[in-house]
């Protein structure tokens, strides 16, 4: 099986920063991308950021400037830095993994989802 597991959700005020992180492990052979999405209430979910194995990034233009993804193939862990904060980037922030597990079969996985909310 292959688990993500994210953190560093919480609350800040707008302008301020957080950082979450998505670590996946489990029966893992490669991971081809790795990605951050988000889903606010009454709303779809959407691509915040995604990067490549060989780190390639792609950004919704909402988030671009503000939001830094990063990844650590070692660790097969997946950052987002976000900075300036505004309340509209309120949601439940997901992480996608796209991957190859042991077995050969190709797979996209997501983490359970961390809140941020931001709000005076």
């Known amino acids: 099986q292959v688990q993500l597991v994210e953190s560093g959700g919480g609350l800040v005020q707008p302008g301020g920063s957080l950082r979450l992180s998505c670590a996946a492990s489990g029966s893992i052979f490669s991971i081809r991308a790795m990605g951050w999405y988000r889903q606010a209430p009454g709303k779809q979910r959407e691509l915040v950021a995604t990067?490549?194995?060989?780190?390639?990034?792609n950004y919704a233009d909402s988030v671009k400037g503000r939001f830094t993804i990063s990844r650590d193939n070692a660790k097969n862990t997946v950052f987002l830095q976000m900075n300036s904060l505004k309340p509209e980037d309120t949601a439940v922030y997901y992480c996608?993994?796209?991957?190859?597990?042991?077995?050969?079969?190709?797979?996209?996985?997501w983490g359970q989802g961390t809140q941020v909310t931001v709000s005076a």
């Open positions: 996608n993994a796209d991957l190859i597990r042991r077995l050969g079969s190709r797979g996209d996985y």
């Open positions: 990067i490549t194995s060989g780190g390639s990034t």
